[in-house]
């Protein structure tokens, strides 16, 4: 079973600092979300996926979350804000609209400290403009 984005993130914090694991709760949520429809077909669109994935900071190897048929999915860890510092959880749902089309949904969200960094949405601006980039 995977952990929830609120479990990810508090568990990240207190890597950073021991303290950050009781603070997440307290700590407001920055989210990002778009939907993209690519014009590629399923299997390319998620290689294309896992491609940008793994060039986010940390990204690393993606993690399957659900896969069914026809959709799938990924789950990532990142840094975002200052530094890349502060962690990211990135969640991209692949799902199947046609022979040569696929949607995307793509949600990225981090806590939110005195400091706004806005690190949620500026990831989720991240993975747009990458996605708009050509393979």
Do not use: W, Y
Not at 2 to 21: C, H, V
Not at 44 to 49: F, I, M, Q, S
Not at 59 to 74: K, Q
């Amino acid at each position: 079973m995977t952990q929830s984005e609120d479990k990810l993130l508090a568990e990240a914090l207190s890597r950073i600092n021991p303290g950050g694991k009781l603070a997440s709760p307290f700590l407001k949520n920055d989210i990002g979300e778009f939907d993209r429809e690519l014009p590629l077909g399923f299997e390319h669109a998620l290689e294309r996926v896992r491609a940008v994935l793994t060039e986010l900071p940390r990204g690393a190897n993606p993690e399957l979350v659900e896969a069914g048929m026809g959709r799938v999915t990924l789950r990532v860890l990142t840094g975002g804000g200052a530094l890349e510092m502060n962690p990211v959880v990135v969640t991209v749902e692949v799902t199947r609209s046609g022979e040569r089309t696929t949607t995307l949904h793509v949600r990225a969200i981090a806590k939110e400290g005195l400091i706004k960094q806005r690190a949620g949405q500026k990831t989720a601006e991240r993975i747009a403009a990458l996605l708009n980039e050509p393979a």
